[in-house]
């Protein structure tokens, strides 16, 4: 006789099952990244905001701005020990911007390296709200992807929240595409036979909302494919728990492990201030159709398990496949939100299959 196991009494993982639950207690977790974290002080329940998203705009400015700092130093502080490598070189060029200034673009390659190579067009992460693109962790990772035979463009746009402005949607998404137009006719100069956007996390959002906002002006055929890291493109962060369970559970799931979503909706309140594109795909694509998706180009949308954000990017995905849209689904188990981009050190088996698996993808949607 063969017996069925009885699964009514399993618990439900992280939070969902017990709400005191951290990273640092979850047993699913990567051991390694659990070890690091602790030194940072970050295995432990992420802090929430002192105020919520209905507080005075100045108030959430000044709050974010201190958020910029703090991440900034963390990333600095994991990347301290590496230097740049010699086998990579870095040009700097500008792509005019529909709002009338200029948006920095940063272009590797591999030194000694002639001839054409699939491009790369990375797009960091922050929420579309915080972070330098031109910061020693963000440069370490195009390094990386250069070293692999590409041409990596890093673009530098306009975060919602600046150091003494604010510059919400559609900002930046606005001079993210306005340099792959850039980018897109000056391939030859660069030496680039196609370009893949690729990001994580507030980047992954850009990424995917150049993708939907080329599709709507007729450029699409200027991506050649989209790999969206742990993407962060639902804006549900402030929604309460039972919306968050029946739509996105890994909201409660996870929450707190690394990322604190009070924290994300306070970056979703000042992204979009008057809450009028709260189901904007081009500001959260979670929300795009079938309809928007189909006739995209090829795909690559990867989650990690323990991220708060897990469930919108595997939604997305589903969507993609239901468009008819060429993609691929990877799921990085144990890590939390970025850890397979940020914590080289910690998890570099990780970080280098994901660089490695960015080159076959950018290689296999190039012209042959």
Same mark, same amino acid.
């Given at each position: 006789?063969?017996?069925?196991?009885?699964?009514?009494?399993?618990?439900?993982?992280?939070?969902?099952?017990?709400?005191?639950?951290?990273?640092?207690?979850?047993?699913?977790?990567?051991?390694?990244?659990?070890?690091?974290?602790?030194?940072?002080?970050?295995?432990?329940?992420?802090?929430?905001?002192?105020?919520?998203?209905?507080?005075?705009?100045?108030?959430?400015?000044a709050?974010?701005?201190?958020?910029?700092?703090?991440?900034?130093?963390?990333? =600095? =502080?994991?990347?301290?020990?590496?230097?740049?490598?010699?086998? !990579?070189?870095?040009?700097?060029?500008? &792509?005019?911007?529909?709002?009338?200034?200029?948006v920095?673009?940063?272009? @590797?390659r591999?030194?000694?390296?002639?001839?054409? %190579?699939?491009?790369? !067009?990375?797009?960091?992460?922050?929420?579309?709200?915080? %972070?330098?693109?031109?910061?020693?962790?963000?440069?370490?990772?195009?390094?990386?992807?250069? =070293?692999?035979?590409?041409?990596?463009?890093?673009?530098?746009?306009?975060?919602?929240?600046?150091?003494?402005?604010?510059?919400? @949607?559609?900002?930046?998404?606005?001079?993210?595409?306005?340099?792959?137009?850039?980018?897109? &006719?000056?391939?030859?100069?660069?030496?680039?036979?196609?370009l893949?956007?690729?990001?994580?996390?507030?980047?992954?959002?850009l990424?995917?909302?150049?993708?939907?906002?080329?599709?709507?002006?007729?450029?699409?055929?200027a991506?050649?494919? !989209?790999?969206?890291?742990?993407?962060?493109?639902?804006?549900?962060?402030?929604?309460?728990d039972?919306a968050?369970?029946?739509?996105?559970?890994s909201?409660v799931?996870?929450?707190?492990?690394?990322?604190?979503?009070?924290?994300m909706?306070?970056?979703?309140?000042?992204?979009?201030?008057?809450?009028?594109?709260?189901?904007?795909?081009? &500001?959260?694509?979670?929300?795009?159709?079938?309809?928007?998706?189909?006739?995209m180009?090829?795909?690559?949308?990867?989650?990690?398990?323990?991220?708060?954000?897990?469930?919108?990017?595997?939604?997305?995905?589903?969507?993609?496949?239901?468009?008819?849209?060429?993609?691929?689904?990877?799921?990085?188990?144990?890590?939390t939100?970025?850890?397979?981009?940020? @914590?080289?050190?910690?998890?570099?088996?990780?970080?280098?299959?994901?660089? &490695?698996?960015?080159?076959? @993808?950018?290689?296999?949607?190039?012209p042959a």
């Amino acid at each position: 006789m063969t017996l069925t196991p009885d699964r009514t009494s399993a618990p439900l993982p992280g939070r969902l099952g017990d709400p005191a639950a951290e990273y640092r207690t979850d047993d699913r977790a990567d051991r390694r990244l659990r070890e690091t974290l602790a030194r940072y002080g970050l295995d432990a329940q992420a802090a929430p905001p002192p105020f919520g998203p209905e507080a005075p705009l100045e108030d959430k400015l000044a709050f974010v701005r201190g958020a910029h700092d703090g991440f900034e130093g963390l990333y =600095a =502080a994991v990347a301290a020990e590496e230097t740049h490598r010699d086998d !990579v070189t870095r040009t700097v060029h500008a &792509a005019p911007g529909r709002d009338g200034h200029d948006v920095p673009l940063y272009v @590797f390659r591999p030194a000694g390296v002639e001839g054409p %190579l699939p491009g790369v !067009v990375y797009i960091h992460g922050g929420g579309m709200t915080i %972070l330098d693109c031109d910061n020693r962790l963000h440069t370490r990772w195009c390094e990386d992807l250069a =070293a692999e035979g590409l041409v990596v463009v890093a673009v530098d746009f306009r975060n919602a929240v600046t150091a003494t402005g604010h510059a919400p @949607f559609p900002a930046g998404l606005h001079d993210c595409a306005d340099a792959l137009t850039w980018l897109d &006719a000056h391939r030859d100069e660069l030496g680039a036979t196609s370009l893949v956007l690729q990001g994580e996390s507030g980047g992954a959002n850009l990424c995917l909302a150049s993708a939907l906002l080329a599709k709507r002006e007729g450029r699409l055929d200027a991506i050649a494919g !989209v790999y969206a890291m742990v993407p962060y493109i639902s804006g549900a962060y402030g929604w309460d728990d039972d919306a968050k369970r029946a739509e996105l559970p890994s909201l409660v799931e996870n929450e707190g492990w690394f990322l604190n979503t009070l924290m994300m909706a306070m970056l979703v309140s000042t992204y979009d201030p008057s809450g009028e594109h709260a189901r904007d795909p081009l &500001a959260w694509p979670w929300f795009a159709t079938v309809e928007d998706l189909t006739g995209m180009p090829p795909h690559v949308v990867s989650v990690n398990e323990l991220d708060p954000l897990r469930d919108e990017g595997i939604a997305y995905y589903r969507k993609l496949q239901a468009a008819g849209v060429r993609a691929v689904g990877r799921v990085d188990l144990g890590l939390t939100h970025g850890a397979d981009s940020i @914590f080289k050190t910690a998890v570099r088996d990780v970080y280098d299959a994901t660089v &490695a698996d960015i080159a076959r @993808f950018a290689r296999s949607v190039a012209p042959a």
